[in-house]
């Protein structure tokens, strides 16, 4: 079975200040990994998935199989990040539907 | 290009009433996915559609089903409604449903079950 934990409901940091939203998974094959956010009165779009090794608005997320994690981060947080973050699951074949955690709502402090 | 588009937007209905909620994905997408969102379990997959068959089930009872159309717009039906169905649907679309294929969400549909 596939699982996806992020252990933090709630981040509060202030602006300029380091990020990491955390993701854990659990599954036996081989997994394609997502973070999804969603603003503020906005629908839900994908931020950056691990194949593409690419810098969204800024975050990284690097996938460590050894750990199971893809944690999420930001050297400098802006006000704008506010938002709700959920890292997603499938498998890597794409013929498994995704699988998402709870999400981390992501408070930034001016 | 527009997106994914749902309809209606918000829908309040009682309890042992049935309720029919459509997705139109974004042109040229054949493949539709849908979810469930509630705030103490997230998002949840209910059911992905490709080319009119259904191809992926979450774990939910028989009394939410779905169907797609020729054309890939999609609707889901939910029969004898209780009042934990009440959540955002949401309905994202994806080109092939193939790896490397992102899928694009919608701006969902509020159920309300009093």
């Known amino acids: 079975a596939q699982r996806v934990t992020q252990p933090e409901k709630l981040l509060s940091v202030f602006k300029g200040a380091p990020v990491e939203l955390k993701c854990n998974y659990s599954y036996s094959g081989s997994p394609e990994l997502f973070w999804y956010v969603q603003y503020s009165r906005q629908r839900l779009q994908l931020l950056l998935r691990h194949i593409s090794r690419e810098s969204i608005k800024g975050f990284t997320a690097d996938l460590n199989k050894g750990e199971t994690s893809f944690h999420l981060k930001k050297p400098f947080a802006q006000e704008e990040d506010s938002a709700m973050y959920y890292c997603a699951l499938r498998d890597f074949s794409g013929n498994t539907p995704l699988v998402f955690g709870k999400g981390t709502r992501l408070s930034v402090i001016a | 290009k527009a997106g994914v588009t749902q309809t209606p937007r918000y829908l309040i209905k009682t309890r042992g009433q049935q309720v029919t909620l459509s997705c139109s994905p974004i042109s040229g997408h054949r493949s539709v996915s849908w979810y469930q969102q509630t705030p103490g379990q997230g998002l949840q997959f209910l059911f992905e559609?490709?080319?009119?068959?259904?191809?992926n089930k979450g774990n939910f009872p028989g009394r939410f089903s779905g169907r797609q159309f020729s054309n890939s717009r999609s609707e889901m039906n939910v029969s004898t409604l209780e009042l934990g169905d009440s959540a955002l649907y949401l309905c994202a679309s994806s080109l092939e449903g193939l790896p490397n294929n992102e899928q694009f969400f919608g701006p969902g549909t509020r159920l309300t079950v009093l």
């Open positions: 559609y490709f080319s009119e068959t259904q191809r």
